[in-house]
């Protein structure tokens, strides 16, 4: 069965400083989509990011960057000179290709705290 | 603003009581998924509608069900409430049916406490 990983369940840095939130997924299927969410405390959950399996690129939003490498299943989400409102849960989530329902699965969350 | 919207935000109730969730999707979003959200559980998919007929299915109980309307509003039935069942209940939407890949847009939750 697919499954999500986030080793780090609580992480607190200071503001300005780099942190890299973990994400490991496992899956049999060659086609798979990834996402991350955000959750802040306000509670609702907010879209990040999406990358299908055969795109292996890295990417680059802002302070925000995702390093995606299939050889080790790792998807894991930089967030550049930190700031408080960043402050928030973040989910990673995996989504296989024909998938009824059964194989949509988020990963436990890491909560990220930045201290002012 | 995802332009997802929820009601009622909060919700307390007792066990062995019936409760509906509405969701309003985004404009022009054809698909609504629920989701039930509590601390020994995490994030769990229940459901997923599209277009007004059900598509995807997850970790839904027997106690609980859902539709969709012509309008695409949606509604989930939650019955004979137990005290696990406790938790945030997230509703999201996208354009298209295809579970997959699509991104999903969440509401901001309705808050469920049974006493």
């Known amino acids: 069965a697919q499954k999500v990983t986030q080793a780090q369940t609580e992480i607190s840095v200071v503001e300005k400083e780099d942190v890299t939130l973990d994400c490991v997924y496992e899956?049999?299927?060659?086609?798979?989509?990834l996402f991350w969410y955000k959750q802040p405390p306000s509670g609702e959950l907010v879209f990040l990011i999406r990358?299908?399996?055969?795109?292996?690129q890295n990417e680059i939003s802002g302070r925000y960057s995702w390093n995606f490498q299939k050889s080790t299943s790792s998807f894991n989400f930089t967030i550049t000179a930190s700031q408080v409102v960043d402050s928030a849960v973040y989910f990673c989530?995996?989504?296989?290709?024909?998938?009824?329902?059964?194989?949509?699965?988020f990963g436990p969350g890491t909560r990220l705290s930045v201290l002012p | 603003d995802s332009g997802v919207t929820q009601t009622p935000k909060h919700l307390i109730t007792a066990t062995g009581q019936r409760v509906t969730l509405r969701c309003s999707p985004r404009?022009?979003?054809?698909?609504v998924y629920w989701y039930q959200q509590s601390l020994d559980q995490g994030l769990q998919f229940l459901i997923q509608?599209?277009?007004?007929?059900?598509?995807a299915k997850g970790n839904i109980l027997e106690r609980f069900s859902a539709q969709q309307f012509p309008d695409l509003h949606s509604e989930l039935n939650l019955s004979s409430l137990e005290l696990g069942d406790s938790a945030l209940y997230f509703c999201?939407?996208?354009?298209?049916?295809?579970?997959?890949?699509?991104?999903?847009?969440f509401g901001a939750g309705t808050r469920l406490s049974v006493l």
């Open positions: 999201a939407s996208s354009v298209e049916g295809e579970f997959a890949k699509n991104i999903q847009y």
């Open positions: 899956t049999r299927d060659t086609t798979y989509y």
């Open positions: 990358r299908n399996s055969f795109d292996e």
């Open positions: 989530a995996l989504s296989e290709a024909d998938n009824y329902g059964q194989n949509f699965v």
């Open positions: 404009s022009g979003d054809l698909s």
């Open positions: 509608y599209y277009n007004g007929e059900e598509r």
